[in-house]
């Protein structure tokens, strides 16, 4: 799940809905590759969409697991 994009709250809940543990899913995360770092994900996934609004992105980055603090972080806020 993590080469397809998805964060680690999706990934984690992926796995325990398995049936694996909690902390073996946690372990799991742990030794994901460098390259395949949660922020890395997420500046891919936003790298790939054509120009979309603060608002969707913000949607389909939460809907792929992302934590909103890193979300609101990478998209400067939501505007007023």
Same mark, same amino acid.
């Given at each position: 799940?993590?080469?397809?994009?998805?964060?680690?709250? $999706?990934? &984690?809940?992926?796995? !325990?809905? *398995? /049936?694996?543990?909690?902390? @073996?899913?946690?372990? $799991?995360? &742990?030794?994901?590759? !460098?390259? *395949? /770092?949660?922020?890395?994900? @997420?500046?891919?996934?936003?790298? &790939?969409?054509?120009?979309?609004?603060?608002?969707?992105?913000?949607?389909?980055?939460?809907?792929?697991?992302?934590?909103?603090?890193?979300?609101?972080?990478?998209?400067?806020?939501?505007?007023?």
């Amino acid at each position: 799940m993590a080469e397809r994009g998805y964060g680690d709250f $999706a990934i &984690k809940a992926f796995l !325990e809905g *398995l /049936g694996i543990p909690e902390e @073996m899913a946690k372990d $799991a995360l &742990k030794v994901l590759p !460098e390259e *395949l /770092g949660e922020i890395k994900r @997420m500046v891919m996934l936003i790298e &790939k969409r054509k120009d979309p609004s603060k608002e969707k992105l913000i949607r389909f980055l939460a809907g792929r697991g992302f934590p909103i603090d890193m979300i609101m972080d990478a998209v400067g806020g939501v505007d007023a």
